[in-house]
């Protein structure tokens, strides 16, 4: 059965970093191309980066040179680098397949950066 964990969002500072974690089970992160999805609140969710199965990456422009996507398949895991935070990235954040995302969705994690 397929699992997405997301974990490691918490409160920070404007200019502060924080390491998004999504743990998956059930299928092989290697395998497919994946993605970390923001939705920040009364918005809908939006794709921010996206790793593809060549490992190309691919960042929506608000977080280019911000954000790094990664993944260790070692440990079927999926990483958000999130350096020089700002207000405008706080939502919940959300790991799925990208572009063409699982039906099923994990809890999130929520980061909300203060200015």
């Known amino acids: 059965q397929l699992q997405l964990v997301e974990s490691g969002g918490g409160l920070v500072q404007a200019g502060g970093s924080l390491r998004l974690s999504c743990a998956a089970s059930g299928f092989a992160v290697s395998f497919y191309p994946m993605g970390w999805y923001r939705q920040a609140p009364g918005k809908q969710r939006e794709l921010v980066a996206r790793?593809?199965?060549?490992?190309?990456?691919i960042y929506e422009e608000s977080v280019k040179g911000r954000f790094t996507i990664s993944r260790d398949s070692a440990k079927n895991t999926v990483y958000l680098q999130m350096n020089s935070l700002q207000p405008e990235d706080t939502g919940v954040y959300y790991c799925?397949?990208?572009?063409?995302?699982?039906?099923?969705w994990g809890q999130g994690t929520q980061v909300t950066v203060s200015s």
């Open positions: 799925n397949r990208a572009p063409n995302y699982f039906d099923s």
């Open positions: 790793i593809a199965s060549t490992n190309i990456r």
